[in-house]
């Protein structure tokens, strides 16, 4: 069981991004799916989770400019980041609650690295 995440790269501020994470191996359930963020020096940061019935939260800094969804049946979290922002550089981790045939827990996928320019 792996979660990958892709679609990081480097943007000019104001610019827009989507992150993609897909989960696959022996998955029975997918319960919240997420996307943190960690920067050098600082503790990872939740940036936005989505439950299993589509309800999303967001850290403060970001609401009105991401967006979280999910394709259950493609197991796959996406992150829509909008107007992005120097202060959003950071290299972001996406995390789902999986159950599988060893258990249920917390997986977490590689990290993409997001870079905005000034």
């Known amino acids: 069981v792996q979660l990958q995440a892709s679609g990081g790269g480097l943007v000019q501020a104001g610019g827009s991004l989507r992150l993609s994470c897909g989960a696959s191996g022996s998955i029975f359930s997918i319960s919240d799916m997420a996307w943190y963020r960690q920067t050098p020096g600082k503790q990872r940061e939740l940036v936005a989770r989505i439950r299993s019935g589509g309800f999303t939260t967001y850290v403060d800094s970001v609401k009105g400019r991401f967006t979280i969804s999910r394709d259950n049946a493609k197991n796959t979290v996406y992150l829509q980041m909008n107007s992005l922002k120097p202060e959003d550089t950071a290299i972001y981790y996406c995390?789902?609650?999986?159950?599988?045939?060893?258990?249920?827990?917390?997986?977490w996928g590689q990290g993409t690295l997001v870079t905005v320019s000034s």
């Open positions: 995390a789902a609650d999986l159950t599988t045939v060893d258990g249920r827990r917390y997986y």
